[in-house]
């Protein structure tokens, strides 16, 4: 697969922090970026900054984990670009609950959004990519989804799902010419990790060997480089952007 290939991105929960972060590089790296996010103003913000920069961005709002919506993003960004050639799962959201006030609408909302929502994506975008003989797919999880957070165990197994979904359609479709990879960041500074108590930021910063918070920008450097040609030999794998929380 060479660069000049890939002309289209799609970005979920590109309107704010990582996904716009993610979205903003990868125009900066020639892409036309179908802009999703749940808000369309949040959506058309990023856009707009987009092609204010001098790149091409479509804002393409909708539900990632309604089947109807995502067809419909998709098909926007369709008309206006073709069919995506990288799809970035990045739409997601935090909610701090000790397990055993969770209710099953708080852990079905949260698998909904993330694990549903990932796979309503794929299923949408991969027929094509499959077609074509290419394609990326960099699904966002967290470092959560590897080693656990406390009063976050609903958000922890649906990251973790999204880190089994990657590896297993990975061996899936690889041969196939689509590459499939994620990323787990550690803690972000981002309104989402912004929103979790003081005392439990202040804790997790004392654990991390860096010392600090990542920013969204270092996140969306691993994004971009698994979706360049210098990470062809990457399959299945999950890349962490995460101040050093989770060593493999």
Request: glycine letters at 10%; one cysteine or more.
């Amino acid at each position: 697969m060479t660069a000049n290939r890939i002309r289209v991105a799609l970005v979920t929960g590109a309107g704010s922090g990582i996904g716009r972060a993610v979205a903003l590089r990868l125009a900066e790296e020639g892409y036309a970026v179908a802009v999703n996010d749940l808000k369309p103003d949040t959506a058309e913000g990023a856009a707009s900054a987009i092609r204010e920069a001098g790149g091409a961005a479509e804002a393409v709002p909708g539900d990632v984990s309604d089947p109807e919506s995502v067809h419909a993003f998709f098909e926007r960004a369709r008309e206006v670009f073709g069919a995506p050639e990288v799809l970035v799962n990045n739409a997601g959201f935090l909610q701090q609950k000790p397990f055993v006030e969770l209710t099953i609408e708080d852990f079905d909302r949260m698998i909904s959004v993330h694990l549903r929502g990932t796979f309503l994506c794929i299923k949408e975008a991969l027929p094509e990519m499959l077609s074509r003989g290419r394609g990326v797919i960099v699904n966002v999880a967290s470092q959560l989804g590897q080693i656990g957070g406390i009063e976050l165990c609903h958000y922890s197994a649906a990251k973790a799902g999204i880190i089994g979904l990657t590896k297993a359609l990975a061996r899936e479709v690889s041969a196939r010419g689509v590459r499939v990879n994620a990323v787990a960041p550690g803690p972000i500074n981002t309104e989402l990790v912004q929103g979790l108590s003081e005392e439990w930021r202040r804790a997790k910063a004392a654990e991390l060997p860096l010392g600090r918070f990542g920013e969204p920008e270092e996140v969306a450097e691993t994004v971009a480089f698994l979706v360049s040609d210098r990470a062809s030999l990457y399959v299945g794998q999950t890349l962490g952007p995460n101040s050093g929380d989770v060593m493999l």
